[in-house]
Each structure stands twice: as structure tokens, then as C-alpha cells.
């Protein structure tokens, strides 16, 4: 019984997170959090001389919660400081439909060396 009850509990942990599947050919210094990430969106264009370091993909899991467009943001912007990613561009992005309730967005992540706080970006919102 015990056993049972433990398993339940670990599937509903871990199935209300969105599935995330990253993938990076290299890594930078990690940044800290005084150091800006910037997020630019489908339309944003990447400045020149950027790396691109990796690239995410952020699903439904089938029960996922808090899977809104700035909740992956901000759960990209956290895999992007421990990667050393200062820009992440938002490749593709799907909306909630009759499939699913969340976005679904791919995203590649960058190390832009120059300052990333002149660059044109989207704005995370507080929900």
C-alpha cells in the first residue's frame, strides 16, 4: 500500500511540470542573477555575432499546470543562466488549442557578447 501511495504521489508530482527536452553542443560561464538574459521573440532578429550554445523545447505533458508563454520564459531564462545563454530567441511558438491547454514553444538559446540590454526584446508580464 505504501509503496502504491508513493507511486501516485511521484506521478502527480512530476506529470503537472511541462515537458522539457534541451539539448546543448557547448556551455558558458554560468551567469548570475544580477546578469540580464534577454528574450526575443518569432519576429526579433538575432544581432550579429551571437553563438548559439543549445535549444529547448517546452510540451504539454498531458496534466501540465502553469504552462503559460511566461511561465517557459521564465523557466527558459533559469536553463539559459545555468548554460550561460544571455539571449534566447523564441523559434516557435503555439498557442492553446483544442489539444492543449499550454503554449508549446521551441527556443534556441545564445551567448551574445556585446550588451544585450540595447537590444530590441519581449518584456516577460507578471501574470
Same mark, same amino acid.
Given at each position: 500500500?505504501?509503496?502504491?501511495?508513493?507511486?501516485?504521489?511521484?506521478?502527480?508530482?512530476?506529470?503537472?511540470?511541462?515537458?522539457?527536452?534541451?539539448?546543448?553542443?557547448?556551455?558558458?560561464?554560468?551567469?548570475?542573477?544580477?546578469?540580464?538574459?534577454?528574450?526575443?521573440?518569432?519576429?526579433?532578429?538575432?544581432?550579429?555575432?551571437?553563438?548559439?550554445?543549445?535549444?529547448?523545447? *517546452?510540451? +504539454?505533458?498531458?496534466? &501540465? @499546470?502553469?504552462?503559460?508563454?511566461?511561465?517557459? /520564459?521564465?523557466?527558459?531564462?533559469?536553463?539559459?543562466?545555468?548554460?550561460?545563454?544571455?539571449?534566447?530567441?523564441?523559434?516557435?511558438?503555439?498557442?492553446?488549442?483544442?489539444?492543449?491547454?499550454?503554449?508549446?514553444?521551441?527556443?534556441?538559446?545564445? *551567448?551574445? +557578447?556585446?550588451?544585450? &540590454? @540595447?537590444?530590441?526584446?519581449?518584456?516577460?508580464? /507578471?501574470?
Amino acid at each position: 500500500m505504501k509503496r502504491l501511495s508513493l507511486l501516485v504521489f511521484v506521478f502527480l508530482a512530476f506529470s503537472c511540470s511541462p515537458k522539457i527536452t534541451s539539448n546543448f553542443e557547448s556551455s558558458e560561464k554560468p551567469l548570475t542573477i544580477e546578469d540580464p538574459v534577454v528574450f526575443l521573440d518569432v519576429h526579433h532578429a538575432i544581432p550579429e555575432g551571437a553563438k548559439k550554445i543549445g535549444n529547448a523545447r *517546452y510540451q +504539454d505533458s498531458g496534466f &501540465t @499546470t502553469d504552462c503559460d508563454f511566461n511561465s517557459h /520564459l521564465t523557466k527558459a531564462r533559469k536553463l539559459a543562466r545555468e548554460k550561460g545563454a544571455n539571449l534566447v530567441k523564441v523559434t516557435e511558438k503555439r498557442t492553446p488549442d483544442i489539444w492543449s491547454l499550454c503554449y508549446r514553444i521551441k527556443v534556441d538559446f545564445f *551567448y551574445y +557578447d556585446g550588451d544585450v &540590454t @540595447t537590444i530590441p526584446q519581449y518584456k516577460l508580464q /507578471l501574470n
